[in-house]
């Protein structure tokens, strides 16, 4: 039997082959949010390993367990970090993607460097300029860039965005490559479980997969 993981991993590397591109370029994120330790053993038994959380202390209470028995697992913030929870967020994560203001840069440059550890980031870009989402408006990115990679010295890898919802994406999923392509940024992630297939031909280099592998929550 093919488990949902084998026939999203699948799906990856088809969509990767119509859009000529590499699969081993494309990075499954596995958004484990709202599920619990039993739901997401499986996964780590069938070998993987990159997982999505979205808020702090439900991370805090999985994954410590999780990486008692699994090695190798890479745990990616996918979801708002404020400035009191940065010391958390870089003990318990290993990938920051949720990075979308100066007070939050200066706090992951700082702690990072108290703490010893380097998270790669990602610069989150509010794409559809929406004033219930998170991240840097688009006519912004390019300052808060510099200011994140020149001033604060922070390993900026890439970009990533949460389309508005019930709206085509492709536009946006464009728009977030364009500013990640004049800024030398060599990573995308973008595309959810309604949306990979496009992301992916946009140039997407992570999907974040939660729904289409769990079920719903
Ligand atoms: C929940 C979530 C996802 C996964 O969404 P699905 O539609 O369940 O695949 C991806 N990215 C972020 C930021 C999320 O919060």
């Avoid at 084998?6 to 590397?13: P, R, T, Y």
């Avoid at 991370?59 to 990486?67: F, H, I, Y």
């Avoid at 890479?74 to 708002?80: N, R, T």
């Avoid at 464009?174 to 949306?195: W, Y």
Wanted: charged share 25%; aromatic share 4%.
């Amino acid at each position: 039997m093919t488990s949902k993981l084998d026939a999203i991993l699948q799906n990856i590397e088809a969509m990767a082959r119509r859009a000529k591109r590499n699969t081993e370029d494309i990075t499954l994120i596995a958004v484990s949010k709202t599920k619990s330790i039993q739901d997401i053993i499986p996964l780590l038994n069938q070998g993987h390993r990159v997982f999505g959380e979205n808020k702090i202390q439900e991370a805090q209470d999985k994954w410590p367990l999780l990486r008692q028995d699994y090695t190798a697992i890479e745990l990616h913030l996918i979801g708002p970090l404020q400035s009191n929870k940065v010391r958390q967020a870089i003990q318990t994560f290993d990938v920051i993607e949720t990075v979308d203001r100066p007070k939050i840069a200066r706090a992951i440059a700082r702690i990072s460097q108290e703490e010893q550890k380097i998270c790669p980031c990602y610069i989150q870009i509010n794409v559809g300029c929406e004033d219930q989402k998170a991240g840097i408006d688009p006519n912004q990115a390019d300052a808060f860039i510099k200011l994140c990679r020149d001033e604060l010295k922070l390993p900026i890898v890439g970009l990533m965005c949460i389309p508005p919802a019930d709206q085509d994406p492709k536009e946006y999923f464009l728009l977030l490559k364009e500013i990640a392509d004049r800024n030398q940024l060599a990573k995308l992630s973008m595309g959810m479980s309604g949306d990979y297939a496009l992301a992916i031909e946009c140039g997407a280099t992570s999907v974040r997969i939660g729904t289409a592998l769990f079920g719903e929550r």
